[in-house]
């Protein structure tokens, strides 16, 4: 179990001020942090090889490729727009 010496002494490195009852709140938090810690050493990981991820997935993004969406798609934009002109597509101010 961690002291309320010791939670004193890590809000004071964080620079961090806190009540003695949020302190004793963290104390209690902290020791039940550790407790699990100290319950995960006793786990036998003997011939279980390190590993960075749960699952072992190599390279399963695509490919960046383009698709064309034909040649006059900003034509038909600048058409479908309600209010243009000439090839600018009109809107209302924003300031």
Request: glycine residues 6%; positive net charge.
């Amino acid at each position: 179990m961690i002291g309320l010496k010791q939670v004193k002494h890590i809000a004071e490195l964080a620079r961090i001020n806190f009540s003695d009852k949020e302190l004793e709140g963290f104390q209690k938090d902290l020791s039940a942090i550790l407790e699990y810690i100290d319950k995960l050493k006793e786990v036998d990981v003997d011939g279980v090889a390190p590993t960075s991820h749960s699952v072992n997935l190599k390279n399963i993004t695509r490919l960046d490729e383009t698709k064309s969406s034909g040649d006059d798609l900003a034509d038909r934009l600048i058409e479908a727009a309600p209010r243009k002109k000439g090839r600018f597509v009109k809107v209302k101010p924003i300031f």
